[in-house]
């Protein structure tokens, strides 16, 4: 008897662990296989518009209090940033400098267009995320 549920034991801590180790390799291969990174998110699979409605949703509704009169404009001026921004995608491995300059021209008319839409206040918090955002998040897409 003590045979028995000791050997069932041990096949059940296999089992765990192996499963574990199973779930952890693939997550760890999703990881490489996205480079961990949001920008591999854009130039991947993920479309714009899901990307758009990510940002905007889980990140810069609730981090800027945005208004339901705000957010169409801020959407469509997110999605039009990121249209572009995936446009340029390929020069970030051929031509760092033509891609930099760029993504800067983007980021400079993204800021114009969502002067027109938020508040000062919410402005000032839009480019305060900038400095505290993750390459791995969504967000970033706006800033990198």
Do not use: W
Not at 37 to 63: C, D, F, N, Q, R
Not at 106 to 126: D, H, R
Request: glycine residues 6%; without cysteine.
């Amino acid at each position: 008897m003590k045979k028995r549920f000791l050997v069932l034991f041990v096949l059940g801590l296999g089992l765990s662990s192996a499963t574990f180790a199973q779930s952890s390799l693939l997550s760890k291969a999703e990881s490489a296989i996205s480079g961990g990174s949001a920008l591999s998110m854009l130039s991947g699979g993920t479309s714009v518009s899901s990307l758009t409605k990510t940002i905007v949703e889980k990140s810069l509704t609730p981090k800027l209090s945005l208004t339901s009169a705000q957010t169409p404009g801020v959407t469509s001026a997110v999605s039009d940033f990121l249209t572009k921004k995936k446009s340029i995608l390929s020069l970030a491995q051929t031509d760092k400098s033509a891609y930099t300059t760029k993504q800067n021209s983007l980021f400079s008319s993204l800021k114009t267009k969502l002067a027109g839409i938020l508040l000062k206040q919410q402005m000032n918090k839009f480019l305060g995320l900038q400095s505290s955002t993750s390459s791995s998040s969504p967000l970033s897409l706006l800033f990198k």
